[in-house]
């Protein structure tokens, strides 16, 4: 291997290793999982998820906007009902 070839393979290395040290969610897995909760032809809008990953936002019921939650397991549930 060329001493050229060398210094390159190096650099790489070091960029990868940065890369990792950087964005730890590539070296592990990402740690995250994405998972369709709605499921309807309205327009559903301004999700939040908070530590716990808990996910609320807001949802047309043909009528108004409701406020949906889901607790991270089963089915969404309606917590404004309006």
Known sequence: MSARQKIWRRGLILAILALSL?????????????KQLTNN?????DPQINANGW?????FDGNDYEIFLWKGGGSPINISNH
Do not use: K, M, T
């Not at 950087?22 to 994405?34: K, T, W």
């Not at 032809?41 to 809008?45: K, L, M, P, Q, V």
């Open 55 to 59: 996910v609320v936002w807001q949802g």
């Open 22 to 34: 950087l964005f730890p969610a590539l070296s592990a897995g990402a740690g995250f999982q994405i």
């Open 41 to 45: 032809n309205a327009f559903d809008r």
